[in-house]
């Protein structure tokens, strides 16, 4: 997550990264 323009974008990507790591089985 930066401000290289298109950080919409990102946040929703990073969001998701999240996510599947938190339901992956992280814990």
Do not use: K, P, Q
Request: net charge negative; hydrophobic share 40%.
């Amino acid at each position: 997550g930066g401000c290289d323009g298109y950080g919409g974008v990102e946040v929703i990507r990073w969001l998701m990264v999240e996510a599947l790591l938190e339901f992956g089985g992280d814990g």
